[in-house]
């Protein structure tokens, strides 16, 4: 694939920094998501913020449109809304990156909230360390009224979400992804856009890429956000089906992008529906030590496994007594919807191939 991303695109009138933010629907988040970045230190005349709708059907684009509005006499241009037809994320990141004017792009989610330095920390650390085509920082997950907050302490604890170090607090320093990312444009004339075919998963993606051609991701402890989770049972379940199912399309489409911890979830719920099975099997062919076996092997992974759910909702709830009953059915309901993506995935995968051709995204390297 030819990179879209060539020195013509970049407009006479250059500026520093590009940000580029993907929306859909983001009525609650919007006003705060400008407010955020209206609050930057770093100097707005060498700024340009560019949000790319894919087709919102709330009020978001009026309330930034009334945003546009507000500015055009003192900041002309500084913010821009542009259409994304194809609406998923990696198209948005393509046509703001591919409209930017600026040396950096800085990709940002709307459901979050970045300190007054976040952008200025972004562009410092990038600088300091030339060795690195992108930069990130750790992101606090927070929620919004009691349930939301409890959802975020599930999904900043290493037992529901493994070893991710930007979520669950670990030490900066080289790392395969990071949250959003701000990255030297360069890298999108040299290595291509996203993976277009990527509903999800696209971040992890291009950082595979940028690794893959030598180049390294830094995490930095001084670049920090705050990212707004999804508030209810059903929005976060139906997060993590979505999640798990696109790991398992992502790892066929670009091997080696994903993580291990990414598949726990399935290897955990096809330990439950196989070991039940072998019992079965085992006892219609009378073998008796394989029953044993095999229901030996279920209590003990069901023992341990809520043991850990245990621990981990105390651990969690960190004093607050009233949230570990919630957290104790978090857990595992995350785990398994995640496992049932994956699944689906897995079932799915075969129709996935005749749809789309492997070789039909090959961005050099």
């Known amino acids: 694939m030819k990179s879209e991303f060539t020195d013509a695109a970049v407009r006479r009138e250059e500026v520093t920094v590009s940000v580029v933010m ?14 955020s970045l209206l609050a930057q230190d770093y100097p707005r005349h060498e700024m340009e913020w560019i949000f790319v709708d894919g087709g919102s059907d709330d009020d978001t684009r009026e309330q930034l449109w009334a945003q546009i509005d507000r500015f055009k006499r003192t900041d ?15 198209y948005a990141m393509n046509i703001g990156i591919g409209a930017a004017r600026g040396r950096y792009i800085v990709r940002l989610d709307a459901h979050a909230h970045y300190p007054s330095n976040y952008i200025s920390a972004c562009i410092a650390e990038l600088e300091a360390h030339p060795e690195a085509d992108n930069v990130g920082g750790f992101a606090e997950t927070r929620g919004r009224g009691e349930r939301g907050e409890t959802i975020a302490l599930m999904l900043a604890s290493p037992f529901g979400v493994g070893n991710s170090q930007f979520r669950t607090g670990g030490s900066g320093g080289y790392v395969d992804t990071v949250p959003f990312g701000t990255f030297r444009r360069s890298v999108f004339r040299e290595l291509g856009g996203y993976d277009t075919r990527l509903t999800r998963n696209q971040d992890n993606e291009m950082n595979y890429r940028i690794r893959a051609a030598g180049r390294k ?29 696109w790991n398992v399309i992502t790892m066929w489409l670009c091997p080696g992008s994903m993580g291990l911890r990414h598949f726990v979830p399935l290897a955990f719920l096809l330990s439950l529906l196989l070991l039940p099975l072998g019992v079965l099997v085992s006892g219609l062919v009378g073998w008796g030590f394989g029953v044993k076996l095999f229901l030996g092997m279920l209590g003990l992974e069901l023992a341990l496994y809520l043991l850990l759910d245990l621990v981990a909702s105390i651990k969690a709830a960190d004093g607050e007594w009233r949230r570990v009953p919630l957290l104790l059915l978090l857990f595992p309901s995350f785990h398994l919807n995640y496992g049932w993506g994956s699944l689906r995935g897995l079932v799915e995968l075969r129709r996935f191939k005749r749809n789309v051709n492997k070789a039909d995204y090959a961005p050099p390297l």
């Open 76 to 90: 002309p241009g500084l913010i821009r809304l542009l259409n994304n037809p194809k609406r998923t994320v990696p």
């Open 217 to 245: 991701i830094w995490l930095s402890d001084r670049i920090r956000l705050t990212y707004w989770c999804r508030d209810t049972i059903r929005g976060i379940n139906r997060m993590a089906r979505q999640n798990g199912r």
């Open 22 to 35: 993907p929306i859909y629907n983001e009525s609650g988040y919007i006003d705060a998501a400008v407010d």
